[in-house]
């Protein structure tokens, strides 16, 4: 993904564009060369290999263009491909069914003719003493146009959208049918290791009291006060488990009651920034609830910080949230299950979670969930 760009280019930034354009010139017509003819070589087998080098080859050249299309026009343009397959057959398949690649030949007709000749009028008038206050003016314009243009075709289209939208959603499906398996599992695991041993343990003393009554009342007793002893560590772990699958107290006093309660639990000092007026979709809660309370358990068991802070912000289409520490940093989703269930959690709504903890800290991590509010009630805090 490219960062985007945040202001727009002014005449000297797009003259700079407009000299790579002129620059780019010559190998955009190399590659567009080289692509018509190995496309044509197909039939004969030296074609294919001709193409395996080339076709990476030429999307580089129009993700370079991408990128100095979003640095005039001050808004990214993303990249339309569809993700390749591994193997060099497979790929090569993949990037021949891909209408995007036949788009950056399109493209590149447009910045061999039309686009070279806008770009080349801004550098031709930046050279030229007279022609100078023409280019102070005129530059802005012309590479706006011509980027807007770059954009019209390097960006993806309609089907590309859709298309791509079904392989992330086919992709976050499987990861949370993956997830819910998991969680089923370690739920299952939880109750037969704990409540399920105990109640056993139960009415073997039970049992055991009952055949000593007669002989042995003392002894008797001294089992149903184990037994009893055992219950109420049984009723505790029972109640860890169901807190585990949807906490009471998220029920009870809905997101930010839940987060604040969370953050009271810490030893390090937590701010708090919520501002998420009314009530989220019960789901959605779960998930960012899981969230903040993996990132506040990480920064215990982790960061050695001496402060941290959780920010949950709604503004009626996103939920935008962050938490972070002043400790060590070298958070890492790929060395650990927490992260990456959380982020798995989350695709679930669309959400996208980022972590960002060099060494030496501090280490943030945050997300974004778009998602409706489910009642107006207020409740700030
Ligand atoms: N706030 C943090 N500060 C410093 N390091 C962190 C922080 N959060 C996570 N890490 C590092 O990143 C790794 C991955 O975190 P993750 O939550 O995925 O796994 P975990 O906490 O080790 O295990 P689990 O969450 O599955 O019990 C951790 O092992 C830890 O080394
Ligand atoms: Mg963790």
Known sequence: MQP????????LKASGIATAHVLLFTPVVVVFVLVVVSSVLTVVWV????????????????????????????EPV????????????????????????????????????GGFVLSLLVVVKMLGVITLPLWWYAAVPLMRARSLIDRAILSPGRTEQLERRVHDL??????????????????????HDGPQARLAAVSLSLGLADDLFETDPDAAR??????????????????????GIHPPVL??????????????????????ALDVPGRLPAPVESAVYFAVAECLANTAKHAGAGQSWVTLRYDGAVLRAEVGDDGRGGADPRSGSGLPGVAARLAAFDGILSVSSPTGGPTVVSWEVPCASSSPKTTRS
């Open 170 to 191: 086919t992709a976050s499906r499987a990861v949370v049918v993956d997830h819910s398996a998991a969680e089923l599992r370690r739920i299952e695991r939880d109750l």
């Open 222 to 243: 001294r089992l149903i006060n184990e037994a009893r002893g055992t219950s109420s560590t049984a009723l505790g772990e029972l109640r860890d488990v169901v807190r």
């Open 47 to 74: 074609g294919v290999l001709l193409l395996l080098a080339v076709l990476p080859l030429s999307r580089l050249v129009a993700d370079l263009h991408r990128t100095m299309a979003a640095t005039v026009l001050g």
């Open 4 to 11: 985007a760009p945040t202001r727009r280019a002014g005449p």
């Open 78 to 113: 993303p990249s339309p491909y569809l993700p390749v397959p591994p193997g060099p057959l497979r790929g090569l398949r993949a990037r021949a069914l891909d209408p995007a690649t036949w788009r950056d030949l399109l493209w590149m007709m447009w910045a061999m003719s």
């Open 251 to 272: 029920a009870d006093r809905g997101l930010t009651g839940a987060v604040s309660a969370l953050a009271l639990d810490m030893a390090v000092p937590v701010e708090l």
